[in-house]
């Protein structure tokens, strides 16, 4: 079989792979995940698709099975399988409508970062029956911006702030950055959130320290619980305001577990309303009468510092009205019962 030797060049550039291919990583391109990196350069090749060889172990890095979530190194050698593109102009094209969206949520930019205030009901990415996620859609609307590319992610249901860099040595840094914060070091990236759960919050600041355990169900639905053998999960919770059986707080998550926050406030007796997965179906069902018809939470705030800055940069996105409105009416309700 033939072979083709390579070196990662620019990530957008459709590639036929019509054979077995082998990519050598650059500076340029380490520490981006390998499934993002295959995304970026099999233009038109479905998610599913990339996944599916992935996990087949039809692609190698430096001829091992690897996991998708990888961060590539400078030098590793990538093995790509023969793969169909789809023909060009193919693409799903992003509407005007959302792309006057996104240009209007932008909260922060310079050089080597977008901070975008996700509208929700907006995947990060597109794949599992999603044509068209939020970074597929900024790569429509700035064509000429070669590297774009998640930082972090966020669940479709959950709005605020994510960032997107626009260099790789921006991506290298704020993911070193959240690993830090992590790890509990200084320097890091703090991610804040609102959300409003069900009753009364009992402490003003709280500190939920409890292992998170990723599992597949039946159907291939993802669950995660608090299970003595998952992951080390830290969340620090502050109480806000109090509503008439509700509660309005502030969590920061310390580690970056998948639905963490969810997870720690159910544990703490205080789902979020809202929550379809892990919250209480006939609370939901009123608050959706009420106004509130998806999951309550809202990235709120980054804080982070930028490549080669001691200058510590602060971000925010305001409540959107879907949330905004009906808590706001909450909150009138509540001061006529005080008077």
Excluded at 19 to 34: K, N, P, T, W, Y
Excluded at 66 to 91: F, Q
Excluded at 107 to 134: I, M, Q, R, Y
Aim: a positive charge.
């Amino acid at each position: 079989m033939k072979t083709l030797t390579e070196t990662a060049g620019d990530p957008a550039k459709n590639q036929p792979f019509a054979q077995v291919s082998f990519i050598s990583i650059d500076e340029e391109h380490a520490g981006q995940r390998l499934d993002n990196f295959l995304i970026a350069r099999l233009k038109g090749v479905p998610r599913s698709k990339i996944y599916n060889v992935i996990r087949k172990g039809e692609v190698r890095v430096n001829k091992s099975r690897i996991k998708p979530e990888y961060k590539l190194m400078a030098g590793d050698l990538v093995r790509v399988p023969p793969v169909r593109t789809a023909e060009a102009g193919t693409e799903a094209k992003a509407s005007h409508q959302m792309m006057a969206l996104l240009a209007k949520s932008i909260v922060f930019e310079d050089k080597g970062l977008l901070v975008v205030n996700k509208p929700p009901g907006l995947a990060v990415h597109g794949g599992s029956g999603v044509t068209l996620g939020l970074i597929e859609t900024l790569r429509q609307m700035r064509p000429d911006e070669h590297h774009l590319e998640l930082v972090h992610r966020l669940d479709r249901d959950t709005s605020g702030c994510i960032m997107i860099a626009k260099k790789r040595s921006y991506l290298r840094h704020l993911q070193a950055a959240l690993r830090e914060k992590s790890a509990g070091e200084e320097g890091g990236v703090v991610k804040i959130y609102k959300a409003l759960v069900i009753g009364d919050w009992s402490k003003v600041a709280s500190r939920v320290n409890a292992p998170l355990l990723k599992t597949v169900v039946a159907g291939g639905e993802r669950i995660v619980k608090v299970h003595p053998d998952g992951k080390p999960s830290l969340t620090e919770f502050k109480l806000l305001q109090r509503f008439d059986g509700f509660s309005l707080i502030e969590a920061r998550p310390i580690t970056g577990r998948t639905h963490q926050i969810r997870v720690h406030a159910q544990y703490s007796g205080h789902a979020l309303v809202g929550d379809e997965k892990y919250g209480d179906d006939e609370v939901n069902v009123l608050m959706r009468e009420r106004g509130v018809k998806r999951l309550f939470l809202h990235a709120s705030s980054l804080s982070f510092y930028l490549p080669d800055s001691e200058e510590l940069v602060h971000v925010e996105a305001p409540l959107p009205p879907d949330l905004a409105v009906p808590l706001s009416c909450m909150a009138q309700l509540n001061d006529s019962r005080t008077k």
